[in-house]
DNA sequence: AAGAACACCAACCGCTATGGA
DNA sequence: CTCCATAGCGGTTGGTGTTCT
């Protein structure tokens, strides 16, 4: 029997992806969820293909993604890692949740090969050239060794976890690093699309074409009065996107003035820290966005606190640093047990 | 000012592994 | 057991913006 091709490419567009689109998809998984990526061009009327949708999800709209300039840190760890486990950027991307393989190969193909290179080259007397030079030297072997023994810690991790499911928390002092398990919250994905349409609108300022019931209502300012959950409850009055599909299914998208004020402001709108307020905000009532048509609210799993008592900007960012910070220094001590030191990346800069 | 060269990155391509029919 | 869809991955390409000449 079998199944039917994925898509049959006459008429599946490609090239890059409009805002419309995003949303569309976006729309659709947040009440789906993401895969049976099959279904999805069908059932959004997406003239894209399966694949193609779930690699636009993957790289640039699924919630929790950072953009923009890598760190200082992120850099040594990208190069500690690539040294490690090679040009296995999934692996890598693991480490760095909110990163995409990507992204992370990208910077690595554009920025720190070169990088590397050039340091390589101005220290070439210096017996640091390191991790590099080094283990290509001996790279049959050594590289090898590495994968096997990421392997095999992975392997033995997965298999310490499915036998204590109660200690899904790993103690504090374990001295062997984890690829970071990133939580998954599909709101936040509106912060990926806000991102896109500001940086859309600032290249093409022309109209986009929502079908909008107020026409001075630019894309942009839309989208900063953005309010996540409300779907199909929401007044139509108030401007929902009109995203018309063969299934018909509701946008999650709509424009209520009830939090303008804190969105009000461009230069406020859907960072990810009022992006998650928001959400949290929004979580009392909502409809669409619920365990049963496929919402995932991982981060519910986390204390209530957040939900019960409503943190401040700053409070919030303090509190999301504290979380990751031991992630991080835990992390930097990868070479700890993989026969390699952090000092041998550090060295490089 | 104009065009060439370069840099960046989103998206695509092709391959492999996996699992369901 | 075989076939095939799907997911995941790494390599590559092409469009676009920036810098250089």
Redesign the pocket.
């Known amino acids: 029997?079998?199944?039917?091709?994925?898509c049959d490419k006459i008429g599946v567009?490609?090239?890059?992806?409009t805002p419309e689109e995003d949303i569309i998809l976006v729309s659709y998984i947040q009440q789906h969820g993401p895969?049976?990526?099959?279904?999805v061009p069908s059932n959004t009327g997406l003239l894209?293909c399966?694949?193609?949708c779930?690699?636009?999800w993957?790289?640039?709209l699924r919630p929790g993604i950072k953009?923009g300039n890598f760190t200082e840190h992120e850099e040594k760890m990208i190069i500690h890692l690539q040294a490690l486990l090679g040009?296995?950027?999934?692996?890598i991307?693991?480490y760095l949740p909110q990163r995409t393989?990507?992204?992370i190969?990208?910077?690595w193909?554009?920025?720190l090969r070169?990088k590397l290179k050039k340091l390589q080259g101005n220290d070439e007397n210096s017996n640091q050239e390191g991790i590099r030079s080094s283990s290509q030297s001996n790279v049959s072997k050594g590289q090898w060794e590495r994968r096997l023994q990421t392997d095999i810690h992975m392997a033995k991790k997965a298999l310490c976890e499915a036998l204590s499911l109660d200690k899904s928390d790993s103690p504090p002092n374990n001295p062997i690093p984890q690829p970071v398990q990133s939580s998954c919250t599909y709101a936040s994905s509106a912060e990926n699309i806000s991102r896109l349409l500001q940086n859309w609108m600032k290249?093409s300022p022309k109209s986009s074409q929502f079908s909008q019931s107020n026409s001075e209502c630019t894309t942009q300012s839309s989208f900063n009065n953005l309010s996540i959950g409300q779907g199909s409850s929401s007044s139509p009055s108030e401007g929902t996107i009109s995203a018309t599909t063969p299934e018909g299914f509701d946008p999650l998208f709509s424009f209520n003035s009830s939090n303008t004020d804190m969105l009000a402001d461009e230069s406020n709108a859907f960072t990810p820290e009022n992006a998650r307020i928001f959400q949290v905000e929004s979580k009392p009532d909502l409809p669409n966005l619920n365990a049963e048509n496929g919402f995932l609210f991982q981060e519910e799993s986390k204390p209530s606190l957040e939900s019960e008592v409503p943190l401040t900007l700053l409070e919030k960012w303090l509190f999301d640093d504290a979380i990751n910070a031991p992630a991080q220094e835990n992390l930097m001590g990868l070479g700890i047990g993989m026969g390699m030191t952090l000092g041998d990346a550090s060295d490089l800069f």
């Open positions: 029997m079998g199944r039917p091709p994925c567009k490609k090239g890059p992806w895969g049976n990526w099959r279904a894209r399966s694949k193609s779930r690699l636009r993957t790289n640039y953009r040009n296995r950027w999934a692996a991307a693991s393989d990507n992204d190969k990208n910077y193909n554009t920025h070169k290249n």
